[in-house]
């Protein structure tokens, strides 16, 4: 883990340099009339955008690690759920439990694994509408009905998906991953707030 954080702040030390100039190359130009500085706010927000989605895989991590060692078989199947356009709702219990916040769905008890959860989210599988609840290594059970959250998203209305994982993160200390049908997206709800890990 340790080289994962060193790993992580050379990252970002190296993007907040080229932040800094960025904004030092805008401010010098912002008084020359010949010189158009829309070019420089994209690169800007590249940068930032690429900022964001390397804190988040890292703070993914560090959440999802110390409550199941199978962390990467989740980031990898939420990898191919969003190359294919298929939505997403995973639920990872922390110390909290969630079952009493639930309509329970569909007990599974299986061992995790990359190509299980692919195929529980596979569109037309009567359990890939609700969340896929896990409890340390193991998934429990999916199609679960997760309570919803009334919040919007920089000013955006939220689709179901995402209202759930808010909803629950509210109300318990679980991690949730959303993957978008939509736009195939990946986001995390934490602590009642929602985090892009994939643009």
Known sequence: MKRDEDQFIADLTKYIFEI?????????NLNDTD??????????ARLVTDIQT?????YLKSYLAPYTD??????????????KRHGA???VERTVPVAPLINNGIPIDAKISQPLLETIFYPGNPMHDGGTVIQNNSIISAGNILPLSNQSY???KLGTRHRAA??????TDALILVVSEETGRISFAFEGALY???T
């Not at 800094?20 to 010098?28: A, C, Y």
């Not at 390397?54 to 890292?58: H, Q, V």
């Not at 962390?71 to 759920?81: G, R």
Request: proline share 0%; with cysteine; net charge negative.
């Open 166 to 171: 808010l909803g629950l993160s509210e109300q």
């Open 54 to 58: 390397i804190a988040s895989s890292y």
């Open 70 to 83: 199978e962390y990467i078989a989740i980031s990898l199947a939420a990898q191919k759920l969003s190359e």
């Open 20 to 28: 800094k100039e960025d904004l030092t190359k805008i401010e010098e």
């Open 196 to 198: 892009v890990v994939k």
């Open 154 to 156: 920089q000013g955006r």
């Open 89 to 91: 709702l995973i639920v």
């Open 35 to 44: 010189c158009c500085i829309l070019s420089n706010f994209e690169h800007l």
